[in-house]
């Protein structure tokens, strides 16, 4: 194992994220700021509770897993799609290094740049609604397994973009709106039954609804059924990349 | 002496079935300076690229200090640098850290006194706090050579090395070239500037169309494939070769001013001797007398035609 390469990477890919430390905190702090204004303060003063917890609150965990995820999917893929845009990947392919440090390093950092935002907004939350969180132990492993699941899969992405509009089409088209339908900001059971079962294959539902029973207590799903779509993703995630380092794909001629 | 960089066979067939290595073998010494001669799309490129891991090859085998490239790369990369043709850099990246980060890449432990004294050489010390995106080409490449050469390679790869670079600086990693030649670094650079590889190889690799066509110490190639011509300029114009001359095969000028005389440099005798004497037997007055050796190009160029026809 070639652990000064995996360092290297990291180092590297940390340094390029304390760089531009302003504007990587301060954008995911500033939309949650404003979810809060918008979602917490003028929607749910009229909707006051949702089983038994503030709206304010309610929304907390969801917010969070929206800014880990693309958060994630966008450092790692970016960072792994630089070298390839502007061709230093030559030096990372001519190194003594095999896929797994490779992916250690750069999946590594871009989760650890997004378990920082998380923890981020985390605090910010806290300046505008009273928190409780039950379960700190299970809110910790959702949320480092969420960093590095979606970080796998944005290096994924990263890897498969052959340019720029690309790197942004999955976050914008599939995240998003999946984020958004998962029950970020409502619970499941609000739905129209028909709505209910057909948000039960959007895969975001569980990680959202494990991540708020850490907080309260409460969830759609049964926490271990969470448990298994995160790490069923993850295990997905890693075994794609190993194929594409075996294969070469969009990498090796 | 002992090869460092053995290669048998290697084949490479892209996915449009373009075949860039037709079964190249080839056997690098410890120590020397190989250049790599060929026109562009020869297959320079891709068998350095094949023997650093950066395409996979289609068949064959190859060796870097008896580690195979593929079961043992580990070993086999970490005695390799390589600098690429394009000159890829992050631009946002000091110096000094982007060429930190590619001796951590190889698995060295940090050397500060080492990356100095590799930076001082290629005379970047001055700039190890720039960007690179800050400086200029030749400085750009010159960072690449300090990349490849941080870890402390055995082998150097060097794929064209001088492209786009202006005379002086050109001279400069010669100089440098040579330098790390003396370290005891094994040296491959492509190149398909001629007189770089007469000035600083010590064997000529000719590649054409992904086959060597040949390998050869430079020197021995000038002898056996060089010509010398001798050129004779004489006081007063005549208007034929004399007839005593003819066994000659001379060449004479429309001005009826030079004679031109051919002959192989690598043959027994050359000619010149009796040649002068019946020059002098005919009543010619030489005003000077003038020998040219034809360049590695004309060898190389009357190769690949060769080989095209």
Redesign the interface.
Known sequence: MNLRAVRAIYVHEMKRFFRTLMESLLSPVISTSLYFVVFGAAIGSRIDQVEGVSYGAFIVPGLIMLSVMTQGISNASFGIYFPKFIGTIYELLSAPVNFFEIVLGYVGAAATKSLMIGVVILFTAGFFVELEVRHPLAMLAFLVLTCLSFSLFGFIIGIWAENFQQLQVIPLLVITPLVFLGGSFYSISMLPPVWQTITLFNPVVYLVSGFRWSFFGQADVPVGLSLLAIAGFTALCLFLVWLIFKTGYRIKA | MASIVAVKDLQKV?GDGFEALKGVSLSIRKGEILALLGPNGAGKTTLI?AL?????PSGGQATIGGHDILSE??????M?G?V?Q?V??????KVI?TV??????????RDDAFLEQTLRELSLWDKRNNLTKELSGGMKRRVLIA?ALCHEPQVLFLDEPTAGVDVELRRDMWRTIEGLRQKGVTIILTTHYIEEAEAIADRIAVINRGEILLIEEKGALMTRMGRKSLRIELDDPIDAVPAALAAYDLELSPDGHFLSYHYKTGGEGTGITRLLQALAQAGLSLRDIHTSQSSLEEIFVGLVREDAA
């Open positions: 892209y690229s650093c891991g950066i395409t996979t790369y580990r070993a086999a990369r970490a390799v390589l690429p394009e890829s850099l992050e631009p946002f990246e850290n930190r980060f590619s001796r951590g890449l190889f698995g060295r432990p990349k």
